[in-house]
């Protein structure tokens, strides 16, 4: 981001959102936006065509949660930036590189394949969690295959990691960077493709080569 650049954020207010509060990741995006001397703009996925509209000139970038990339991604104009909070923290915490790879395990999937969720901490499941069951559906719907998912919740990673064609992992805003890379790296010995919430869910909703594309463009 260059200075006075304007970013979009959108951070959906539902049931499994805290009260009083955004989210780890939103808060640190915010922050670096500001730290850049940038234009820090936040909705929800409701009010994105309004912000887009109200600029007088193109926003430079959209950030959006996740689970809003479908809409998000349809609603912004191809000629702005558009990523997942959930892949930036895939930068910022962990090898990226390994993450995106591991994004080939999802289109090799075949009936019976176990699929590991994985998840740093523990917290309060709701009716339509995403680790339990908007993942496991994503997934189903997406490869058409009767596939088997274990939770791992807020502990490390089980005994018989190598059963697993794949592991999905959450953001991991709440551990920091060298655990992360820890289990990122574990499942990279072991052999065992590795994967993230956010990644996985532009793969599924279609966005993922457009979410990526502004952290391959920075790297380069």
Same mark, same amino acid.
């Given at each position: @981001?260059?200075? #006075?650049?304007?970013?979009?954020?959108?951070?959906? +207010?539902?049931?499994?959102?805290?009260?009083?509060?955004?989210?780890?990741?939103?808060?640190?995006?915010?922050?670096?936006?500001?730290?850049?001397?940038?234009? *820090?703009?936040?909705? /929800?996925?409701?009010?994105?065509? $309004?912000?887009?509209?109200?600029?007088?000139?193109?926003?430079?970038?959209?950030?959006? $949660?996740?689970?809003?990339?479908?809409?998000?991604?349809?609603?912004?104009?191809?000629?702005?930036?558009?990523?997942?909070?959930?892949?930036?923290?895939?930068? &910022? #915490?962990?090898?990226?590189? +390994?993450?995106?790879?591991?994004?080939?395990?999802?289109?090799?999937?075949? $009936?019976?394949? #176990?699929?590991?969720?994985?998840?740093?901490?523990?917290?309060?499941?709701?009716?339509?969690?995403?680790?339990?069951? /908007?993942?496991?559906?994503?997934?189903?719907?997406?490869?058409? #295959?009767?596939?088997?998912? $274990?939770? &791992?919740?807020?502990?490390?990673?089980?005994?018989? @990691?190598?059963?697993?064609?794949? *592991?999905?992992? *959450?953001?991991?805003?709440?551990?920091?960077?060298?655990?992360?890379?820890?289990? +990122?790296?574990? *499942?990279? =010995?072991?052999?065992?493709?590795?994967?993230?919430?956010?990644?996985?869910?532009?793969?599924?909703?279609?966005?993922?080569? =457009?979410? +990526?594309?502004? @952290? @391959?463009?920075? /790297? /380069?």
């Amino acid at each position: @981001l260059k200075q #006075k650049s304007r970013v979009i954020l959108v951070a959906p +207010i539902d049931s499994a959102a805290p009260k009083g509060r955004l989210i780890l990741p939103q808060v640190q995006a915010i922050r670096d936006i500001l730290d850049h001397d940038a234009i *820090c703009i936040v909705v /929800k996925e409701t009010e994105l065509t $309004d912000a887009l509209a109200m600029l007088k000139e193109p926003a430079d970038m959209v950030i959006t $949660d996740s689970q809003a990339i479908e809409q998000v991604n349809r609603e912004t104009p191809d000629n702005i930036e558009l990523t997942t909070f959930s892949i930036l923290f895939a930068r &910022y #915490k962990g090898e990226l590189d +390994i993450l995106i790879s591991g994004i080939n395990a999802i289109d090799k999937l075949q $009936d019976g394949d #176990k699929v590991l969720i994985a998840e740093a901490c523990s917290h309060h499941v709701q009716k339509d969690d995403i680790g339990r069951v /908007k993942l496991p559906r994503w997934l189903r719907e997406y490869t058409g #295959k009767d596939l088997k998912f $274990d939770i &791992y919740a807020g502990h490390d990673f089980p005994e018989n @990691l190598e059963e697993y064609a794949v *592991c999905v992992h *959450c953001g991991g805003c709440m551990i920091n960077a060298m655990e992360m890379n820890r289990r +990122i790296l574990e *499942c990279h =010995r072991r052999g065992v493709p590795i994967t993230n919430y956010g990644l996985t869910i532009t793969q599924v909703h279609g966005a993922f080569d =457009r979410a +990526i594309a502004p @952290l @391959l463009r920075v /790297k /380069k």
